[in-house]
């Protein structure tokens, strides 16, 4: 069973964790298989993502420590790269590396069960992206957040700006969809002008976010097709035939 699935409605792409045993735990192949989800919907003609998780009992529960991802690869803005509306609708816990990845969305859906954690300091860890909270939210209950360890509820991440909207439990991918129709129906070269300047150069990057746009484009350039030619041209001893892809 696929651990990312994938779902058109119209020009709608659901994107969803598929672990629901494991509270929608990103292991090392969900992070890639979500980086390559979302850029296939980049490359297609759909115009909004939603990302969320299945089961209603968690949108995830963070980094699966016993099969540690490279998580920048499912970050929004880090490893998957778009300029098309990203949405993300939150049932049950959100932890971790999961609100990371949902605070970089650029709208957010909670069902009144949704909890938002960042409870890395109990274990001693953190990738440090959480700090890009604090430019999102206001920076005392982002602190509270990242300091205390402590849950906050889907009302006061609705108070604090983190989500935008609260709806009863089992509505909120309904209500997800509805809200992206309604951005289907703009014009998207305004749309990705806005939320490239929103994301490009009002919005602050912290030094883990950094660090990970710039080791996704090392990546991209290990992984290429010309990394793959210039290897095997120094093996073949003949000059390589680029292709700047």
């Known amino acids: 069973m696929s651990v990312v699935t994938v779902e058109q409605r119209g020009s ?22 979500l980086q390559s989800a979302f850029a296939e919907f980049d490359r297609s003609d759909q115009r909004v993502a939603i990302l969320t998780g299945t089961g209603g009992r968690a949108f995830s529960s ?54 938002f954690s960042y409870p890395e300091a109990k274990v001693g860890i ?3 992206m959480i700090a890009g909270l604090a430019a999102r939210i206001p920076h005392k209950i982002a602190m509270e957040l990242m300091l205390l360890g402590e849950p906050i509820t889907a009302r006061r991440a609705y108070e604090a700006g983190l989500a935008n909207r609260i709806v009863p439990d089992g509505t909120e991918l309904d209500q997800a969809i509805a809200m992206a129709h309604k951005i289907v129906d703009l ?23 950094l660090a ?34």
């Open 12 to 33: 709608v792409t659901i994107v969803a964790i598929n672990r629901p045993e494991k509270l929608n735990a990103i292991n090392k192949q969900v992070a890639v298989d």
């Open 62 to 115: 963070g980094a699966d420590v016993t099969d540690l991802p490279e998580l920048w690869r499912c970050v929004p803005t880090v490893g998957i790269v778009t300029e098309k509306p990203v949405i993300a609708v939150v049932a049950g816990w959100c932890i971790g590396g999961g609100l990371v990845m949902a605070m970089m969305c650029d709208l957010l859906v909670a069902a009144e069960s949704a909890k």
């Open 126 to 128: 953190t990738g440090g």
């Open 187 to 209: 014009a998207p070269l305004a749309l990705a002008t806005m939320k490239r300047f929103v994301t490009g150069h009002i919005l602050p990057k912290g030094p883990s976010e």
């Open 212 to 245: 990970a746009r710039f080791a996704a484009e090392l990546a991209a350039v290990r992984q290429s097709e010309d990394a793959a030619e210039g290897v095997r041209a120094f093996k073949e001893r003949r000059r390589p035939r680029y292709k700047g892809r």
